[in-house]
Structure formats: C-alpha cells, structure tokens
C-alpha cells in the first residue's frame, strides 16, 4: 500500500511559479512509475508529467520540471511561467507493478489557480 500526499498548491499570477511537493509512504526506488496529473473543472483529468520514464504533455513542456528526491521519498513538480489554463486540481501518481499485477495510487489532489 502506497499513500501519497500532495503539498504546494495556492493561487498565484499569470507569469509566476509554484512547487508542488509529493510525499509517500514508501520508498519512491521501490515505485515503478511516479508522476502527476491535473484535472480542470468540467475537463478529464490529463497527464501533466511522469519521472523514471521522463515525459511531458505537450502544454507544459519548457515550463513544468519533475524531480524527485529518494532521501525524502518525494517527487516534485516545479511550475513557472504559468498560465491560466493551468488551474486545475493537481495529483499525484504512484504505479507499482507486483508478479504482473498494476496497481495505481493517487494522492488527494492540491489546487492550483493561476488568476490575476
């Protein structure tokens, strides 16, 4: 069992930067895949970024940076430039694949408004 927990979320201006924080209850090197993803009102919820297998949706490329750090066992999401398309409910992802069984875990979600 993996329990993650978000941090870092707020309201901010057109232009500037956030850090979401993700913390879990295990070690993140005994995770396969961590990542986050955002869910917008009305909107599914979408791929923002993953690490380990390091990828990026399109609309956050060269703006969103993902990192973790294994002696906090926390994955991190570093926002700049951020826009008001950006708004949305943000969470963390943990999947772990154990004797071919997938099994994902999600974080409670941080907000993040990006409003002037």
């Known amino acids: 069992q993996v329990q993650l927990v978000e941090s870092g979320g707020g309201l901010v201006q057109p232009g500037g930067s956030l850090r979401l924080s993700c913390a879990a209850s295990?070690?993140?090197?005994?995770?396969?895949?961590m990542g986050w993803y955002r869910q917008a009102p009305t909107k599914e919820r979408e791929l923002v970024a993953t690490?380990?297998?390091?990828n990026y949706a399109d609309s956050v490329k060269g703006r969103f940076t993902i990192s973790r750090d294994t002696a906090k066992n926390t994955v991190y999401l570093q926002m700049d430039s951020l826009i008001p398309e950006d708004t949305a409910v943000y969470y963390c992802?943990?999947?772990?694949?154990?004797?071919?069984?997938?099994?994902?875990?999600w974080g409670q979600g941080t907000q993040v408004t990006v409003s002037s």
């Open positions: 295990v070690s993140i090197n005994s995770i396969n895949v």
């Open positions: 992802n943990a999947i772990t694949v154990r004797n071919g069984v997938r099994q994902d875990y």
């Open positions: 690490i380990s297998i390091s």
